[in-house]
């Protein structure tokens, strides 16, 4: 093959690839699109905006009454030199969306916190938009002390009844999920008020 043939196929296989995006986050991909970690009355918490949609699968799903969780896991560590990193924050936190078709009403929440909401997609926005979200005291944490941390969200098919579990490790539409996501932060010096 002579080396114009191979220039060529480099520049022809160049722009079929380039268009679909390869290496590349497609727009409907769910990612993470901002993470503040936030001091509030002595504690950190997160702030941070999620983008998903659901697929038509799943809305169906929704609105015929089945419940969707959706969590939330969240790593915080610290780097040491002589061990393996300290992981000082590691948990979840995890919504309910469900309609009731008898009272015709989406309710969602976190825990024993339900909502009630007008709609599925103002039910997504209370996932999308995490806000207050209390992780540690800051006492436990380190001054000047670079902090590393990682935030996900998925469909977490494991709290679904048995049938839906099975349908979902089957099908692709129940593999919602974005990829972890890193962030980074240091907590200031406390300033003496004199």
Known sequence: MSMISRLFCAFL??????????GQAYAGDPHVTRIDPVIRDGKLEIDAEIDVQLNDQLRDAAERGL???FTADLVISRARWWWFDETVVDTSRTWRVIYNALTRQWRVGTDAL?????SLDEAM????????????AVSELDAE??????????LDTSQLARPFQVNALNSSSWS???????FS??????????
Do not use: C, K
């Not at 339900?114 to 007008?118: A, G, H, K, R, W």
């Not at 926005?125 to 540690?136: S, T």
């Open 13 to 22: 296989l160049l722009f079929l690839l380039v268009p679909l995006g390869i």
């Open 67 to 69: 419940p969707l969780y």
């Open 114 to 118: 339900n909502l009630p909401v007008s």
């Open 125 to 136: 926005d209370m996932v999308r938009h995490i806000r207050n979200w209390p992780l540690i």
């Open 145 to 154: 002390v670079p902090y590393r941390g990682q935030l996900r969200l998925r």
């Open 176 to 182: 919602l999920g974005t990829p972890w996501t890193d």
């Open 185 to 194: 932060f240091s907590v200031a010096e406390p300033q003496d008020p004199s």
